[in-house]
């Protein structure tokens, strides 16, 4: 659930359904990569370029040898599909990253941004 | 036997070395390449035997790595990588024990695939030596990422200019900005309607349209602006029309 420190990676999230994957941290997911391995497991973090870092996986690989990993991480590019889990709400995880990110860019950052209540100039 | 074709002499990166693991054993395929010193670098990551011969893996030919400590699996407690690429290997049969051996893999063309493990003597490094990998891949994100919607450095998405207003042609205002482009007549809009929200929650309303002393104000420049009457909640939410 937190939101990137990066101006650009929280651009990117907004803007495309990585924004989702960011809302399931901590889940069990299941991912399936390129290679046709799977991995199952936590997840710890997915950053804006799907790169994912998963921790406790069980990890099948494509000749289908099982085995238990510590962490593992997958670059972007090898994920091919992202089990979204059963008891994920899918427009609630995605509004509520929306909102951290919207948080984070109009009230986080030291002075800059509207201000919603603008101080009257007299009295 | 003899030496892996792949292996070649190269001095240890000096620069950007994130992790630097001695006593690793490096194993491809199943098979030791001997022990030598594990570089995790911004650049690359190298494996330097004792003698001086290793080789580099290029981050965006990586595509996994993990932690192992599942001794079913594989004896020793590792760091697992997953190399989009193709390594020579000398041609002997291999004990029946190792795992991923990628010869026969009929789709090796058009994925080869090589799977290295490094066995570091000490167990307890395997952590940071995950966590330098991470650090150093996320520097290398993919170019050629076939989802190209992400064309994200275009004016349209270049919001980190406006947040630090450089921005070129905003398509919005922050607050400051926009006072310095409002025009006499804005300026008293926005002032009246500052007046309005300050006044909001006080619990001087007054009658609907009667205009009376109190619904006149003067601002610094003298001019005099109408407050348009407030009934109680009942436009709260609506912008103020004049």
Not at chain 2, 58 to 73: F, G, K, N
Not at chain 2, 214 to 227: L, P
Request: some cysteine; charged content about 30%.
């Amino acid at each position: 659930m937190e939101v990137s420190h990066s101006v650009k990676e929280r651009t990117i999230a907004e803007n495309s359904l990585v924004i989702l994957l960011q809302g399931l941290h901590g889940h069990v997911t299941t991912v399936d990569l390129r290679d046709e391995s799977t991995a199952t497991g936590r997840l710890a973090n997915v950053d804006a370029f799907m790169n994912m870092r998963l921790a406790e996986v069980t990890f099948t690989d494509r000749r289908g040898a099982v085995s238990q990993l510590d962490e593992l991480f997958v670059t972007g590019r090898n994920v091919r599909y992202v089990h979204i889990p059963d008891e994920v709400d899918i427009r609630a995880t995605i509004e509520r990253q929306l909102q951290a990110i919207h948080r984070v860019r109009y009230f986080g950052a030291r002075d800059k941004g509207r201000k919603e209540f603008p101080r009257a100039k007299h009295k | 036997g003899g030496a892996m074709s792949f292996l070649k002499r190269f001095p240890p990166p000096a620069e950007g070395v994130r992790h630097r693991q001695p006593d690793t054993e490096a194993v491809l395929a199943g098979r030791s390449l001997g022990s030598g010193t594990l570089y995790i670098a911004e650049s690359r990551l190298s494996w330097l035997e004792n003698s001086g011969v290793g080789f580099s893996l290029d981050y965006p030919t990586i595509s996994l790595h993990a932690v192992s400590r599942d001794l079913s699996a594989y004896p020793w407690e590792h760091l697992y990588v997953m190399v989009n690429a193709k390594f020579e290997e000398e041609e002997t049969k291999e004990a029946p024990v190792a795992e991923g051996e990628e010869e026969e893999d009929s789709d090796d063309d058009a994925e080869p695939i090589a799977e290295f493990r490094f066995v570091p003597s000490d167990k307890s490094a395997l952590e940071a030596m995950f966590s330098a990998m991470c650090e150093c891949q996320a520097l290398h994100p993919d170019p050629d990422d076939e989802d190209s919607d992400n064309d994200y450095e275009g004016e349209e998405y270049d919001v980190e200019a406006r947040e630090l207003e450089q921005g070129d042609i905003p398509s919005f205002y922050t607050y400051e900005e926009g006072l310095l482009h409002l025009t006499a007549e804005g300026q008293a809009t926005l002032e009246r309607l500052e007046g309005m929200l300050a006044q909001s929650v006080s619990s001087q309303y007054n009658m609907a349209g009667v205009r009376t002393e109190d619904s006149i104000r003067e601002f610094e420049d003298g001019m005099e602006v109408d407050i348009a009457p407030v009934v109680a909640g009942q436009f709260e939410d609506a912008e103020v029309d004049h």
